[in-house]
């Protein structure tokens, strides 16, 4: 990304802003004039003390001089610091407006992305929001560099510059020469250190994210005695930083000596130009100071002249890839318009072929039939393609080729809003919200009252629970154990009462006990939608009224439990296989010894 298309990416969020920043100018261009008050009030009072001493005048005089020039300086002071406080004040809420707009904007649109652009790897764990972090917050420091940073500085160096030439063409000539060399050099310094400080940011990223891996991994560190290795490995980040840090402090004090040095030349130079001027009688002896206080005001912005340079590079390395997030139109998820009065709730698959965008191929010419109003139960070893078959049902993705209809109607030509709000999800593991348990069943319907809360809390077999919390619906989800939580998941499901279910392994992480009382709640909503389970529990699959086989990627058999037991192909194994890993003779003799017992 170059520098103007940067900039006009920059301004189409600053427009909205446009009179606070001619406001800011304004400040910055008056702020600079009052920064060159000093050197013309200099010149006056080395003229007149220089004067009163040629004419031998008394101190009375010389005190009433001191008094005028002190008033002038404070209240000249008094207002630069109301400028100054104005010009960063509004420069700061410039940067603090456009920030908020910048990243509120990055989370609008990428809410409207689809499922790929999540799970693809450029996004994968924590990268996207590193993308975004590091966009934001170099747009920003641009924004805050420009107006609050750079442009005062820079008034202030052209209007001096303007004040030198107009005081006499030489000295002015001496200080714009100058211009060019330091310029070079703070490029040529910005491109060295550069390197420096990205390693140093990346550095710093790894031994953070060591550190974090070091206190989740404490119990394997600890068990195995691997606590000098992990010494080890943070020791060598730590060395390679501290050699990292060394050299770029060694490099920027070495430009910063040459462009003190060079600084200095510019003063020596202006001194004898102004002396001469001030020995054949063209000059006032005050001009000397004038000269000097007017060439630090050139010089001193242009001493910030690298980090400008670092921070405009960092911005378009970082904004490129921010601007990708933001501007990636294609990721946006489509929709159809179709929005039926009723939902009935028939799915069917017509050789449907599907790969991940990462290229993998999931499902291999798919036909089926879920029937409404009745329980499917989708059976398969894992990666058989089970979850991706409710995939592409949400929408979350698109089949590569074949249809998927719904009640008759092509999936793609349904409004998608409209579909998900009509169909429900429950994963094996459920996502619980920040918040209390309240707020996370009324994520099912944000209008519900409290009432229907509760109700769908009763249907989900967890109202009693709730109730036995000191602080009841008020209580922090996250407290909740994991079947506890899986039945919040299922209570904000009644609450959003869909037509259409999709259970993907709902009690896979859940201990015996919490799965019984799952159970009955699945057993509650599963009544008169349809419903898809995938599940690896046995008694969860003899429930169905309605089982499809997959084998990787493709559909195998589709029939009862019945049907297909006796058909004694891959279901008849499958099941065999899940029976006989259940020890069932076993817990058959256990549970008749036990009877026989009493
Ligand atoms: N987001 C993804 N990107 C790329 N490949 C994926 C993605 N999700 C799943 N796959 C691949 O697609 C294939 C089918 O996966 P899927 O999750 O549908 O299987 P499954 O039958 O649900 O398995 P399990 O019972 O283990 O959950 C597998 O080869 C898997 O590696």
New binding site residues.
Partial sequence: MNLWVLYKKILVFVKPYRYLVLGTLLLTLIGSLMAQVNAYVLRYTVDEVSRLLDEHKSLQEGATLLLAISAILLSKELIYALIQFGQKFYGTKLRILISQDISQQVVDKILTYKMAFY?SSENESGKLQTRIDMGISSLTRLVQNFFIDILPLFANSIMALVLMFSANFYVGMVSLCIIPIYFYISQLQAKKLSGFRRNMRSYRETKNSGIIGLIESITVIKSFVREPLEAQKHKEIQDEMTSNQMSTRKLSFVFESIKGFLEQIGVVVIIILTTYFVLNGSMSIGAIMFHIMLFNNVSAPIRQLHRIYDEVNDAMIYSESFFEVLDAEHQTESSGTYVPEKIKGTITMQHVDFR???G?K?LHDVSLVVPHGKITALV??????????I?LLDKFYQPASGTITLDGIDLQEFDTEFLRKNTGLVLQKNHIFKGTIAENILYGNPQATMEDVAEAAKKAYIHEQIMELPKGYDAQASLLSGGQQQRIAIARLFLKNPPIIFLD?PTASLDAIATEQIKRSLDAIKKDRTVII?S?SISQIIDAENVIV?ER?RVVEQGTHEELYHNKSVYFDIFNAMASSLNIDKIAKTVADETAEH
């Fill in positions: 799970t991940y965008p990462d993998t999931a398969g070893l894992s990666g058989a393609g089970k979850s991706t078959i995939n392994e995938i690896h997959l990627g």
